[in-house]
């Protein structure tokens, strides 16, 4: 095996597949490893480069094959998807990685430590119980609605809708629907506590982080969003520009050029949605303040005269991730355009 120069590396639960070929690209082998003999596989091989696509455990054996002097490179899933050829197997799938990793113009995914891993976490976690609770809420307005018992939208409006419900004993709501209401109320609390916490801990660690308390100081990001831009997005540095960084968000128009002529469609919303979806409501509160207290900035004032609400928040929302891109990248603190020198 000392002519092995890459390796595609197929991962899975139980059964992985892996693709060695020289530094030519001529394969040498495709086969099958069961989850047990993987480590000892590469333990055997001399130092070479190893590639995998970007899926569950993917950080994890990147780590493992890393510690035994591999090169490792994480690969994008739908810039390895064009490599595949002939139908889905995991042999193809091996030699579609193999093949992706030798294009020069496709960026690797950077390794994440467990430390990342885990505060990455904590975030979808949170999110995990704002969906159900969410779904909660729903199913409660739902039910109590078809006893004529309605109220207004949102959180804080739940209470009220709970101090609706009748006492015990009513008639208009019988004993089968209290049990199952009352069920529905605990659960959104036990979650409503959780998401506090959560949301204790992540303040508590974005006061200790200097990178997270530079960029609060943005207007729109707070706590939450800030934590969470670190947490996805470990190495900004690896984006070429703070367009390059916006257009991974999602957040630049989709671009359709045929014959000279380029038109600009809608945003693409690729990359991350939780973290675009924060950039967006930072963006929507900006706009709403504004709108109530007014604002020195020229720009924003013309954004809003001439821009429905919606498309405005996404422009605001690509300037702060441009923004957000310069401090991590470049250092300084944020500085609204009213306090800088000479401005």
């Not at 510690?67 to 739908?78: D, N, S, Y």
């Not at 990178?211 to 969003?225: E, K, N, Q, S, W």
């Amino acid at each position: 095996m000392d002519k092995i120069a890459t390796i595609g590396l197929d991962i899975a639960k139980q059964v992985f597949q892996v693709h060695g070929a020289d530094a030519q690209g001529v394969t040498l082998f495709n086969r099958k490893l069961r989850r047990s003999e993987v480590r000892p596989f590469f333990e055997k091989l001399p130092p070479c480069i190893v590639a995998m696509e970007a899926c569950g455990s993917a950080h994890y054996w990147g780590r493992e094959i890393s510690a035994l002097g591999h090169e490792v490179r994480i690969l994008p899933g739908q810039y390895v998807k064009p490599f595949v050829t002939r139908g889905k197997t995991d042999a193809g799938d091996a030699l579609a990685i193999s093949q992706a990793m030798r294009r020069p113009d496709i960026r690797s995914v950077r390794l994440k430590t467990a430390i990342e891993q885990a505060a990455a976490m904590v975030l979808r976690t949170r999110v995990l119980f704002v969906r159900q609770r969410a779904s909660a809420i729903n199913a409660l307005r739902g039910h109590l609605t078809e006893f004529g018992l309605v109220a207004d939208r949102g959180i804080p409006n739940v209470s009220k809708l709970a101090a609706a419900i009748p006492e015990k004993g009513d008639a208009r709501i019988p004993p089968a629907a209290r049990s199952v209401l009352d069920e529905i109320l605990a659960e959104i609390e036990v979650l409503t506590s959780r998401i506090e916490r959560i949301d204790r801990q992540i303040a508590s660690e974005a006061k200790r982080d200097e990178d997270i308390r530079r960029l609060t100081a943005i207007p729109g990001v707070g706590a939450l969003m800030a934590s969470t831009i670190k947490a996805y997005v470990p190495d900004p540095a690896a984006f070429k520009s703070a367009r390059h960084f916006s257009a991974w968000l999602g957040l630049t128009p989709k671009l359709n050029s045929s014959g000279g002529r380029l038109r600009s469609g809608r945003i693409s919303k690729m990359g991350n949605p939780e973290l675009r979806s924060l950039l967006y409501l930072g963006a929507v509160s900006v706009l709403i303040a504004a709108r109530r207290r007014g604002t020195a900035w020229t720009w924003l004032r013309r954004l809003m005269d001439g821009r429905p609400l919606k498309v405005a928040a996404i422009a605001v929302a690509n300037k702060t991730a441009r923004i957000v891109w310069a401090l991590l990248t470049k250092g300084g603190r944020y500085e609204a355009p009213g306090e800088r020198v000479g401005a």
